[in-house]
């Protein structure tokens, strides 16, 4: 198993090849026809404009490129929608721990302030 570099990122393909791998190596999967995929689940937030959202991703026309023009089949598409999901999911967690983080400490700077100003009142 690979080590995450300290405090950096890694290529998108280095977190969704060796997934696919694992499935390949467990299962023998056989294509179905391009078709459209009725997706169901969640989508990506807005401001992720640089990637096409999951039910754009699995149209008929987009899998048949990806397939075709970029070397991807679906299973490795469909991993990585599902890394894309998990990472917006963990951002969307630190966002949350930063708002929290940052009320914590607003709370405790009012409280040292709120101090200060009682001790001047004597």
Partial sequence: MKTWPKNDTVYFEDLTDPLRKVVDDLYKLERKPYCDIDYKGYGLPNESSYSFQPNERLNEE????????????????????AVQLGIEQGTVMERKRCKETFKVRLWEESQKFISLMSLEDW
Avoid: F, P, S
């Avoid at 089949?73 to 990585?80: R, S």
């Fill in 62 to 81: 987009n899998l048949r490129y990806d397939d075709e023009d970029q070397g991807r089949d679906a299973m490795t598409v469909v991993i990585g929608l």
